[in-house]
């Protein structure tokens, strides 16, 4: 038996423009994403069975949150993180006929919140996408995948999967998977407002299609006011251009985020939105100490847990490289 480990870090939409809804069910996006450090800890673990079925590579799949099990987590192929490893196994099975696997058990130790907004699930996918790429190629003597191709192969999973694999700060456009890196400046310091019950991310993309045929709602699909911000690496500037296009579907479906928003403000926060399709609320800070000040205020919210963080951060990061 092996054991390999990576951290999966998380993210905030700095911009996250909604377009058109698609034939394929999915918006055209422009977004620009930032990895953040709240991150989770994924662990394959090989073991000494080898199977040929795709379908049998993975034997188990668990998630835990401070020493407890997550029971909004599926433990099966729901998991995105099972279906990356499968993913992977078929992608050296094209490649190499007659090839077997070592069967993998998932274990995820989760900080990021789950139904969150902060894209964990794709977190742990493309940590195990990395970490599969490896324990496979090591297993048949032949080169990874690399890159390129798991890009490819996160895009298949879902819309925010290929960005969790890059990190850093990216503009995201098409479903959100075609990605551009681009230039920024500074660190930016961020209390995130956790809630205790997650949202659905096609529910949010429904409720704003819903909002949109009833009343104007423009798509902002422009970042040159965010993308000039980050190049000053100025956190004041960048507050006042941090927008999100779902956040009005966001509080249409849970109104108790409007006190969470305002709470930062009054806390002091320089701009406060709901990150992704929510409900987590990200409140961008000065500095370090001024994110504390912050999170000191907001301590004692009801329904809300607060967590301080920073960005940008890497994606994935295979632990012992
Ligand atoms: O790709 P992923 O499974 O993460 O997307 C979840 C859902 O979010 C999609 O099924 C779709 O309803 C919505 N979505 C969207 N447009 C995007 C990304 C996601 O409508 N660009």
């Avoid at 951290?7 to 930032?34: I, P």
């Amino acid at each position: 038996m092996s054991i390999w480990r990576a951290t999966a870090h998380s993210k905030v939409n700095l911009h996250l423009g909604v377009g058109d809804a698609r034939e394929d069910g999915y918006h055209e996006l422009v977004t620009v994403f930032q990895g953040l450090n709240i991150a989770d800890d994924v662990t394959l673990r090989v073991q000494d069975t080898y199977v040929a079925e795709i379908a049998e590579v993975v034997q188990s799949c668990r998630a835990e949150a401070a020493g407890q099990r997550m029971l909004d987590v599926p433990e099966d192929r729901r998991n995105l993180a099972w279906r990356a490893v499968e993913a992977v196994a078929a992608a050296y099975a094209q490649k190499h006929a007659g090839a077997d696997f070592p069967v993998v058990d998932i274990h995820m130790n989760k900080r990021i919140p789950a139904a969150g907004g902060m894209a964990g699930g794709s977190a742990d996918a493309a940590a195990s996408l990395v970490l599969a790429d490896r324990i496979y190629a090591q297993h048949l003597q032949v080169a990874e995948l690399g890159m390129s191709t798991l890009t490819q192969l996160a895009a298949g999973l879902g819309a925010d999967v290929p960005f969790m694999l890059h990190g850093n700060t990216m503009l995201g456009t098409g479903r959100g998977d075609e990605l551009t890196s681009l230039m920024a400046r500074g660190n930016y310091h961020w209390v995130m407002a956790l809630s205790n019950k997650g949202l659905s991310t096609p529910e949010v993309f429904h409720k704003l299609d819903e909002l949109r045929a009833k009343e104007e709602l423009h798509a902002h699909l422009d970042i040159t006011e965010v993308s000039q911000a980050l190049l000053s690496g100025d956190p004041h500037r960048l507050a006042g251009t941090l927008h999100n296009d779902l956040q009005p579907a966001a509080l249409s479906l849970r109104p108790d985020l409007r006190t969470a928003l305002l709470a930062g403000e009054r806390a002091g926060a320089l701009a406060g939105i709901v990150s992704g399709s929510g409900p987590t609320i990200a409140l961008l800070c000065a500095d370090e100490e001024h994110a504390l000040e912050v999170s000191g205020e907001l301590v004692g919210l009801h329904g809300v847990r607060v967590v301080h963080t920073s960005g940008p951060a890497p994606g994935v990061e295979v632990v012992g490289d």
